[in-house]
């Protein structure tokens, strides 16, 4: 049976596998921390981009408090897995999922929660009283901040959330959530720096207009890798969601830069010749994803190309070294969240050899 | 705990939740026997797209004999499942993945495969001598017809590793193995017979070059979703490999038209309204694939667009009714195979109500 084992070499992986560089990963870590943590401000990382309770904890050994996960279903495996300092970061909605969330804060309560409606804040308070569940469960009002994908829009039908979530038993409003992912990628620092800041003045604004209302507003949780150093400077923000900086992608890069650098790639191999500079690879659709762009070979004089699920090219210039059946490369992949979840297992290694196996505990958790 | 059963209702389904029309896939599965048993062509479908034991022997009850699949470890959870009369139709290349399938072929003599390499064929024939399995195993030559992904090249190239591989004791040349992927989705309908019919051509010349030679060629094995009835009619094909015929999705739609129905659709809530006429679901690159355009609402008065790896927008006309928070929608996949890899389950339900569940028994197995 194929089980691959600490001290195994990479050579000994079957491919396509998920490899991270330890020493790199853990760099990007003390980077983040350094500059953040002398803030004062919460590094509460996401989680929806490693989706693994040891890579949680290794973060709150590095200086982090708590982690983010996107989905219910993420926090379940994630909790189960020993690590239960959440906040779930999208919005609970449907019978089947409020169920699923009662039955994990009476088990977990540190479990935080975010609304953004008033029929979604009711259904999950309606549930907790049903339940019997006593302690109330700890909510952010999720603030559109500009992205236009979920939260309230700011000034007053935040402030009417507020006080409709105020009104529920069941439901201890402590803060507001606001995320700018529509900047993260801007290529542009200066740019990300002027809008990031533009977000953070709703975001802050809300707070403090929720303050004057009397509502004690004590997180203000926002940020990811391509904004985290930009939120941390603003007066009023409390808390921080990078995720992607621990491994890193061609698209984060490109746009962030290299202070982090990529410490995840899919291990791969050449399993056919196509003519005198092509080669095909056994990494396709279903373990690299191409929304956010190709995956990159790490080196660079190889170009990838897409040849289905399974499969993908590399060709290369003339004079480049040949590539030939079972010689194996690394994929540095375009965009890390989707792809970490395709894959079961990480390798981490240090230079080559298997020093730690870690299991995606959420992956496919979608619910 | 969440865990749905036989006898919920798809109401009762936690979201994003993969749901299948019964009535719909078995119509699917009818259409396409009605057409091609009466060719006496064997049936042999790819279960890269389905990745299900259940639904492996669902389709042999309907007609098929055996599967196939693209990987090794996708063989060895679909045989564990209790169906191993499998082709892996992808190259074995690498020391792990050759032991992994010595290993499997052990337990699993029906296990078939393809090679396209000298050096390819000679590793695996060594490892079975290795092992000591007496049994050779089952070998096609997997040519290139066109697609330049897999597949030594035609003429000489074929014929000498044929004569390679019959120089090695422990392989057993039984056919050729040429799959035109690049004609599956060609639009125009006689185009893409044209073009099947030229690769059909290098297929069957290639089997007549190998049979003149005095190779026992009696298994020639092709086609797919959008060319499995022209490869049908070429005298010389014996066996045909469609695998999203049985889900189907808006590619494939678009390119082969209606006779298959979409049976697959990724149930989804909607959970943050965001203008009049906007919403956000809960179905994002983590439950739904870009590679090949973008997911379409059933309904299609809504307009999906990718808000990340988590949610989705919709979108539509003045006129047409409103979306609210905690309506819930049927999304019909692009590409079925990378969509059905990011889900656990199957939801095969009659008229609501679920009828049966399904694993996706190889959902990650890219080795």
């Known amino acids: 049976m194929y089980a691959p084992k600490v001290g195994d070499r990479l050579d000994d992986l079957d491919t396509p596998s998920m490899i991270v560089d330890l020493d790199a990963a853990e760099a990007n870590i003390k980077k983040l921390m350094d500059q953040l943590l002398p803030t004062g401000l919460n590094i509460r990382p996401h989680l929806k981009t490693t989706k693994s309770a040891v890579i949680a904890r290794k973060l709150v050994d590095a200086g982090a408090r708590g982690g983010c996960v996107a989905k219910v279903s993420e926090a379940e495996t994630i909790a189960a897995a020993g690590f239960d300092d959440l906040l779930i970061t999208c919005e609970i909605v449907g019978p089947a999922k409020v169920r699923r969330l009662v039955e994990l804060f009476r088990r977990h309560r540190g479990i935080r ?9 009711t259904a999950i308070n309606d549930a ?5 569940v006593d302690d109330p469960i700890t909510v952010l009002i999720d603030l559109d901040v500009g992205l236009h994908r979920t ?3 700011p000034g007053e039908p935040a402030l009417a959330l507020a006080r409709h979530v105020a009104g529920l038993k069941h439901l201890r409003l402590v803060g507001v959530q606001g995320y700018e992912g529509h900047l993260q990628h801007l290529h542009d620092r200066e740019d990300r720096r002027a809008q990031c800041l533009q977000s953070m003045q709703i975001l802050t604004g809300t707070a403090d207009a929720l303050r004057a209302e009397g509502f004690a507003i004590e997180v203000v949780t926002t940020g990811g890798t391509g904004t985290a150093e930009f939120c941390a400077t603003v007066p009023g923000v409390t808390e921080l ?41 056994d990494s396709g659709l279903k373990s690299l994803t191409t929304d956010s762009g190709l995956a990159e070979c790490k080196d660079s004089r190889y170009t990838y190309g897409v040849l289905g699920d399974e499969h993908g090219s590399l060709t290369w210039e003339e004079g480049t070294p040949s590539l ?44």
Chains 1, 2 share one sequence.
Not at 128 to 132: S, V
């Open 113 to 121: 929660i975010v609304v953004d409606s008033a029929v979604g804040a």
């Open 324 to 367: 030939s059946v079972g010689d194996r490369v690394e994929m540095i992949p375009s965009h890390i969240d989707p792809t970490v979840n395709l894959h079961d297992f990480y390798y981490a290694h240090r230079g080559g050899i298997v020093n730690e196996i870690w299991r995606v505990d959420s992956r496919g958790k979608v619910q």
């Open 151 to 153: 939260g309230v829009q």
């Open 241 to 281: 969601q990078p995720g992607s900086f621990i491994f890193m992608d061609t698209d984060y890069r490109n746009a962030v830069g290299t202070f982090y650098s990529n410490s995840l790639t899919i291990l791969s191999t050449v399993v056919s010749q196509q003519g005198p500079r092509a080669v095909t690879i």
């Open 128 to 132: 907790l009283a049903t339940a019997g």
